[in-house]
């Protein structure tokens, strides 16, 4: 089974819509991350939490939130979703700091269409 | 935010080449990580450098940490079709730890 899954896969919605993204990891880490992939501007952070009760936002966290309901699982919701957030969206995962601690493990992604 | 300068951004080659792709930055990283990343799919590690000059392979790929800590490369030996995707490479500093530096990525494509 994977360390790092997120459901769904692939998602299409419509403007105005509240969607929620999940993640959930086996590897045991404190540290999760949400990151959208834009074709030509690589992988961009927008949220990231070091434990449960930790959340901090990333470079492009307007119009998204986030709650870490417990150490393994990691949602992403867009509260009034709009075309400009299709995107392909990417859960994360890493250890705390120390040797190797910051290597980040990455989920499959999912695909979300706003329409 | 900042990017790591990753080249080329493209490669086109026959099966059995090698292939080297590097990342350079202006500062110093204390960790460097290669991903592949398949079409749909999340990023893959492949491989993770931790201390400076620091030379390790997994199977077919080699990467080195540079002495500078400023860049790091990634080789493809006798490459193969499932090898085509895009590698990018990342890097971690010290202190918070947290926040990769991505570069935008080398697309590769094997022809058979």
């Known amino acids: 089974d994977a360390d790092v899954t997120q459901t769904p896969r692939n998602r299409i919605t419509k403007t105005g819509k509240r969607i929620m993204l999940e993640c959930s990891q086996t590897?045991?880490?404190?540290?999760m991350y949400w990151y959208r992939q834009d074709p030509g501007l690589g992988l961009r952070l927008i949220y990231y939490?070091?434990?449960?009760?930790?959340?901090n936002k990333g470079e492009i966290s307007d119009g998204y939130s986030v709650s870490r309901q417990a150490q393994a699982k990691f949602s992403l919701s867009l509260e009034s979703a709009i075309p400009n957030q299709t995107a392909l969206y990417f859960c994360?995962?890493?250890?705390?700091?120390?040797?190797?601690?910051?290597?980040?493990?990455f989920g499959p992604g999912t695909r979300l269409t706003v329409l | 935010g900042q990017q790591l300068n990753q080249s080329p951004q493209s490669m086109f080659i026959q099966e059995g080449e090698d292939v080297s792709m590097n990342c350079t930055s202006s500062?110093?990283?204390?960790?460097w990580l290669w991903y592949k990343q398949d079409p749909g799919e999340g990023p893959v590690l492949l491989i993770a450098?931790?201390?400076?000059?620091e030379l390790t392979s997994n199977g077919r790929l080699t990467a080195q940490f540079g002495i500078t800590r400023k860049d790091s490369f990634l080789n493809i030996s006798a490459s193969i079709p499932s090898d085509v995707g895009i590698y990018f490479c990342?890097?971690?500093?010290?202190?918070?730890?947290?926040?990769?530096?991505f570069g935008k990525g080398t697309l590769l494509t094997v022809n058979p």
């Open positions: 994360a995962t890493s250890d705390r700091p120390g040797q190797g601690g910051g290597t980040q493990y």
């Open positions: 590897k045991g880490h404190d540290r």
């Open positions: 939490s070091f434990d449960v009760k930790d959340i």
């Open positions: 500062s110093i990283f204390n960790t």
């Open positions: 450098l931790y201390k400076a000059g």
């Open positions: 990342a890097g971690l500093r010290g202190g918070s730890n947290y926040k990769l530096t």
